[in-house]
Antibody, heavy 116, light 110 residues
């Protein structure tokens, strides 16, 4: 059974850094395209990053230069490293398998709160 | 900046049919945007309904269908049920490997 479990969310001060994780089971992270999506409290979904099976990555403009997506195939885990965090980065962060240009399986999310 | 448009809200009567749309502020949506649709109820993670314009995800009933209508992607729900009351999001694939969600449609069944 495919399962995605996000973790690492925390309360962090503006300008700080944080890494969130997405532990996968039932499939190989390294053989799939994987995305991060976030949802600010009471707001809609925002796609932010993708990592392809060949290691290439892409990010939405609002996080370029601040966020990076990576993976550890030995741990079957996807990561999102976030730097220079802003109040507007406060959100529930989801990871998802990306297949056929869509987000096919989702985790339950991890909450990142940026506040002083 | 690419903006994907959706109706903020919509209502449908039980048993009725509703079509939600997904457009681009500048331009037309086509199959090359690989429209996908997601449903989210409060406190839950999104669930995938439709991908590649009109392919239903596993377990999604055939009451849900996707299409291109004019210059927009569309999600049609037939025989609406009370538990279809949710937020519905579309996502489009844009050039340069970027995906963009619409703002979502809050569907009320009453």
């Amino acid at each position: 059974e495919v399962q995605l479990v996000e973790s690492g969310g925390a309360l962090i001060q503006p300008g700080g850094s944080l890494r969130v994780s997405c532990a996968a089971s039932g499939f190989n992270v390294g053989s799939n395209f994987m995305s991060w999506v976030r949802q600010a409290p009471g707001k809609g979904l925002e796609w932010i990053s993708i990592m392809y099976s060949n290691g290439d990555t892409s990010h939405t403009d609002s996080v370029k230069g601040r966020f990076s997506i990576s993976r550890d195939n030995s741990k079957n885990t996807l990561f999102l490293q976030m730097h220079n965090l802003r109040v507007e980065d406060t959100a529930l962060y989801y990871c998802a398998i990306t297949r056929d240009y869509a987000l096919q399986h989702w985790g339950q999310g991890t909450l990142v709160t940026v506040s002083s | 900046q690419t903006v994907v448009t959706q109706e903020p809200s919509f209502s449908v009567s039980p048993g009725g049919t509703v079509t939600l749309t997904c457009g681009l502020r500048s331009g037309s949506v086509s199959n090359s945007n690989y429209p996908s649709w997601y449903r989210q109820t409060p406190g839950q993670a999104p669930r995938t309904l439709i991908y590649r314009t009109n392919t239903r995800s596993s377990g999604v009933p055939d009451r849900f269908s996707g299409s291109i209508l004019g210059n927009k992607a569309a999600l049609t729900i037939t025989g609406a049920q009370a538990d279809d009351e949710s937020d519905y999001y579309c996502m489009l694939y844009i050039d340069s490997d970027i995906r963009v969600f619409g703002g979502g449609t809050k569907l009320t069944v009453l």
